[in-house]
């Protein structure tokens, strides 16, 4: 594991913002809990699609 100095710009709980060295822009941090949340719901999505109408812009 390496250690590296970030640019914090939020460190609002379950929003953090930071820029890693050698990028442009920001990122968001995801905790593993919340990340697995999203996972499951899109999941769920996808095996319920055929319920869903597609919208085409």
Known sequence: MNKVEIEV???TVNAIVARY???KFPALLL???DLNNMYKFVREIRLNEKDIPIMVP
């Open 31 to 33: 905790q593993g809990d």
């Open 21 to 23: 060295p050698g990028r």
């Open 9 to 11: 710009y939020s460190e």
